[in-house]
């Protein structure tokens, strides 16, 4: 097919599914109370939905595994357990293999890469905040906590080393109330979603912990690391293997005060290895989770040879110590390998507020470039700050190509490439 007719078939195709996802989901919300909660429900059935969104591309929406092997490409691997999972091109957008990948699932902590895509630009670093009781309010039953305590005080850079690292519901609570509380802070991630082309979503807490209603995709989870990767905080964050956070006041015997620090490292066994698991060749985060209802839920970022792919595994049935992350290893080797010899089953769509301006040399600033619309070739640091207290952020390396590139088709817009600058890769 020619390049010319492929591009306006996709951008046709891109269109369609959202306009029939949004027909999916409008009944689970019209004339719904703020209260109100998608059909589906935090224990689904073993089996996915018949009718699921083809928001990217008509194969993402069928049921089972969906790829297009074309010559000299490896098999999936076998013994792939997971309800959802899928394979993409982090910067192409291109779906290199899926499955299930629009079955809306519980997230568990996943469901933070929005939580952090929404709050990150909203408070500098340096800002510190003082912990009220109130501020931890409402933080579910058995969380994962980093040990925030009342009456003292954390800067912003503190709280996100606790949701990155640690998944600390309560570094999550304290954020949200920063931002005029947890109900404010799920409208806003909502909307975020949205803008996204999230339509699998619908957030009921922002820690992502059981909720009735509470509900993603692999496909969605996937566009939330790829938003949340253009921020250099969330790089530097993800890929953050362990660092000093700040422990409780104490008082001597001669009434000097003193606060101590304690380390934490990140869960997320791709990035650090354990004792059945290597740390994975290139990763570079992005986030895990685990509740009752979710299962083990994982989305990854790694790179090699300049292929930059994100994978997304939820719940595995198997259950096996790490499996989640031993899966989601087989299926980024797959990709690896895979890459340039399948044909897409679909794509990751752009979020709805790109600006169609921004041509190749166009004057327009997008990420990754500078105000003049230029390729920004000026890296990150290599590594944090010796005074924030984190350590093992890796290598920051630009990525060639640093345009956001839209082709226009059609009156509509396929984001073709949307490069990830200066990722920040995890290397022994």
């Not at 779906?95 to 902590?109: E, F, G, T, Y």
């Not at 380390?263 to 985060?285: F, H, K, P, V």
């Amino acid at each position: 097919m020619p390049a010319t007719n492929k591009t306006v078939t996709r951008s046709l195709l891109v269109t369609s599914a959202t306009l029939l996802s949004l027909s999916l989901t409008a009944p689970a919300f019209a004339d719904a109370s703020p209260s109100a909660t998608p059909s589906a429900t935090t224990s689904p059935s073993a089996t996915p939905p018949a009718n699921m969104s083809t928001v990217g591309g008509e194969q993402l929406g069928q049921a089972g595994t969906q790829v297009n092997l074309g010559t000299g490409a490896p098999v999936l691997p076998k013994d792939i357990s997971a309800r959802s999972w899928i394979v993409s091109d982090a910067e192409s957008g291109e779906v290199l293999a899926s499955h299930n990948a629009h079955w809306r699932l519980p997230p568990a902590s996943t469901l933070k890469m929005l939580f952090a895509d929404t709050l990150l630009p909203m408070f500098p670093k340096t800002t510190e905040h003082k912990v009220v009781p109130s501020d931890l309010a409402g933080i579910g039953a058995g969380s994962s906590m980093v040990g925030i305590k009342e009456d003292e005080t954390y800067t912003v850079h503190d709280l996100w080393l606790g949701v990155f690292l640690r998944s600390g519901n309560d570094a999550v609570h304290v954020l949200s109330a920063m931002n005029k509380g947890v109900d404010q802070t799920v409208k806003d991630m909502q909307a975020h979603a949205e803008e996204l082309q999230a339509l699998d979503t619908h957030v009921v807490s922002p820690d992502g912990y059981d909720a009735k209603g509470q509900v993603s995709s692999a496909y969605d989870l996937t566009l939330f690391a790829r938003s949340g990767l253009q921020k250099k905080d969330f790089r530097e964050y993800a890929s953050t293997v362990s660092a000093k956070f700040p422990g409780e006041t104490t008082k001597n015997s001669k009434g000097k005060t003193t606060r101590g620090t304690f380390e934490i490292q990140n869960t997320n066994r791709l990035l650090t290895g354990d004792s059945d698991i290597s740390q994975y060749q290139g990763i570079a985060g992005v986030k895990n989770g685990n509740t009752t209802n979710a299962g083990a839920t994982f989305t990854g970022v790694a790179e090699r040879s300049g292929k930059v792919l994100l994978v997304t595994v939820m719940n595995p049935e198997k259950d096996e110590h790490n499996e989640v992350y031993k899966e989601a290893a087989a299926l980024l080797d797959w990709g690896f390998n895979a890459a340039g010899k399948v044909e897409p089953v679909g794509e990751l769509v752009p979020p709805q507020g790109v600006d169609s301006s921004a041509q190749p040399g166009a004057n327009a600033t997008t990420p990754g470039t500078n105000s003049t619309g230029e390729a920004s070739t000026k890296p990150v640091a290599a590594s944090a700050d010796a005074s924030d207290g984190s350590s093992g952020v890796g290598i920051a390396l630009a990525i060639t190509g640093g345009l956001l590139v839209l082709i226009a088709a059609g009156g509509f817009l396929v984001n073709r490439r949307w490069p990830l600058p200066d990722l920040m890769r995890r290397r022994r």
